[in-house]
C-alpha cells in the first residue's frame, strides 16, 4: 500500500468523501474559531536531539546543539552521557557536550532513565563500547518495555548480558571489553530504536558490523533519522535496498554545531485542533523536508480535507470541514501519530481502522488498550484490534481522562478537551516528558 499520503494517493484507504451536511465540521467551530489565526511553539524534536546527544558523546571535541529539547526524556539522557565521561552544559535550549572520543567511564552507580525508551536502547550498544560492568534500568513501565532483539544481537557478538528481573527487559547488566562487531541478523522487529541504536555505536567497534533486516521493520523513518544524524557527524553508513547496512570499523564522530528543528510529534497536537476546527494554526521552526516521518501526518489531514501551507518559517494548517466516511489508516511507520489520529477519529463522521499499529503496545502506556478505554469514556466506540484501532467516530462528550503516564494520552485528549467541555486530564504533569510547555501553548487555543 502506497503510505505516501500524498493528496490522490492511496495513504487513507476507504471511501472518504464530503459530504456536505454529515461531516462535524460546522458542529466543530460554532463560533467561528477556525477563522482565527494562532500561533503555536514547539521545542526541538526529541528524537533528533537524543540521536545528536548520544552521538556528540562518542564524538571527540565539543559539540553545539542548538534549540534542542530540554525535557525529562533528554535530562535523563544527558545524566546518563555525564555518567558515561561526556561533559554536557545546558543553556536555554542550547547544549554544549564535550564528548568522550569512544573512551566510556563506568559508572559506580546503575544507570537510571525514567521511561526513556529511546535512550535505553541507544545506551544499550554505547555501554558495550566500555570496559567493565554497566547497568541499565528505568521506572517500572520500562522495566516492562522489550529490548530482547538487541541483546540477542549483542550476545552473538560476543557482549556477556543479563536480565535477571525481567527477561529481555530492564534492568540490564552488561559486562564488555568493546563491542566485537560483526553481523546481526533482526528479524520482524517491533521497534526501530535497536537498529539505530547498534548503528549508532557500530563505527567504535573492534571489527566492521554488518546489519541484516528480514521481515517487518516499524517505524522505519527513525532509522533514515539516525542516518542523516550520523552523516552530519561525519559517519556514513552504507546501505542495500534499505534492508541490509554496513558500517565500517575504526571510525569516529566528529564534533559538530547542529540546529535541532521543531519537533513533529509535539506539533501533532495544534494540527489536530486545527482539523477540529480550532483555527488556523501556525507552528514555526518545522521544515517540509524533515527527516521526520510524522510529518506524514500533516498528509493524513490533508486527505481529510485539511489546508497545509508552508513558508519560510513554518507551516499553518486550517480546516473547514473534515471529510466523513469510512479509512484505512496503516501507522505502521508512525506510531507516536496514533493517539492524535485516533482523538480525530473520535469527531470525525465514519468509522476509522488503524492498523500495524501492534507496536504500540510496548510504548509508555499500551497506547492501544489505553486510546479505546479513554475513547469509550467519552462517548466513542473504540476497540482494539490485534494491530490497531477500529474507532466509529460521533459526538464526544466529557469525561475524565486517564493518562497512564504517558504524554501523548494527555496531550491528544486535551486538544479534545477544548472542543468538548469537562475533558478532565487525570495527570497533567505527564508532558514533561517530550513538552514541558505544552499546557502554556495550549492556553493561546482555549
Ligand atoms: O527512534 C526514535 O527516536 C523513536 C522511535 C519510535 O519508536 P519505535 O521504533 O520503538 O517504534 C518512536 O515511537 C519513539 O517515540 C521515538
Ligand atoms: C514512544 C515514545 O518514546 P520512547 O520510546 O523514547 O519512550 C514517545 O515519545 O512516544
Known sequence: MDRTGAPGGSDAAGCAESTGESGKGAEMSPDNRSNRRVILQVPGSKSITQRALTIAALANGESLLRNALIAEDTRYLMKALELLGAFIQVEGSEIRITGTGGRLQVPDQRIYLGNNGTALRFLTTLVCLGEGGFVLDGSPRLRERPVEPLLQVLRCMGVFIDTPENPGCPPIHITTRGLPGGRAFFADLDSSQYISSLLISSPYAARNVKIMLAGRTVSEPYIEMTLKVMEHFGISVGRQYGKAFFVAAGQSYVAQSFDIEGDFSSASYFFLAAALGLGR?????????????????????????????????GVEVACEKLHAGDLILPMGDIPDMVPSLAVLAAFRSGRTVITEAAHLRIKESNRLAALARELSRIGIAA????????????????????????????????????????????????????????????????
Not at 516521518?293 to 485539511?306: H, P, T, V, W
Not at 490485534?386 to 486538544?415: K, Q, W
Open 383 to 446: 476497540q482494539e484490534t490485534l494491530d490497531g484501532l477500529i474507532i466509529d467516530g460521533g459526538h464526544p462528550h466529557g469525561g475524565d481522562i486517564e493518562t497512564y503516564n504517558d504524554h501523548r494520552i494527555a496531550m491528544s485528549f486535551a486538544v479534545a478537551g477544548l472542543v468538548v467541555p469537562e475533558i478532565n486530564i487525570a495527570d497533567r504533569d505527564c508532558v514533561r516528558k517530550s513538552f514541558p510547555g505544552f499546557w502554556d501553548e495550549l492556553k493561546k487555543l482555549a
Open 281 to 313: 494554526v501556525q507552528v514555526p521552526g518545522l521544515t517540509a523536508e524533515s527527516s521526520q516521518g510524522d510529518a506524514r501526518f500533516l498528509k493524513i489531514l490533508q486527505n481529510l480535507g485539511c489546508a497545509v501551507s508552508w513558508n519560510e518559517k
